[in-house]
């Protein structure tokens, strides 16, 4: 059973910085893309990012480039979220989610969500 846990939320200044983290369980995490995913208060959800833990390569929604970046410590079945130079547009509740790197979806399967809150 694919299970993610998402950890690392919590309320902070503009300008500041959090990590979320993403444990995996339940599956052989090389053959898998884990993502993080967003959804703000009366928004649609939105991707964030998503990295192959194939091959390391990463995508990252427009909004985030330069700001956030998305690792994996493959040994711990954990992938990470360093969010930096936060603004309250990034508050939102967060979540990691998981595909086959063959689906490419990085959102077949879904954990629990952490909540980010970004003070003006």
């Known amino acids: 059973e694919v299970q993610l846990q998402a950890s690392g939320g919590g309320l902070v200044q503009a300008g500041g910085s959090l990590r979320l983290s993403c444990a995996a369980s339940?599956?052989?995490?090389?053959?898998?893309?884990i993502g993080w995913f967003r959804q703000a208060p009366g928004k649609e959800r939105e991707g964030v990012s998503c990295?192959?833990?194939?091959?390391?390569?990463?995508h990252y929604v427009d909004s985030v480039k330069g700001r956030f970046t998305i690792s994996s410590d493959n040994a711990k079945n954990t992938v990470y979220l360093q969010m930096n130079s936060l603004k309250p547009e990034d508050t939102a509740v967060y979540y990691c989610?998981?595909?086959?790197?063959?689906?490419?979806?990085?959102?077949?399967?879904w954990g629990q969500g952490t909540q980010v809150t970004v003070s003006s």
């Open positions: 989610a998981a595909s086959t790197v063959v689906r490419g979806t990085c959102s077949d399967y």
């Open positions: 990295i192959s833990l194939s091959d390391g390569s990463t």
């Open positions: 339940g599956f052989t995490f090389d053959d898998y893309a």
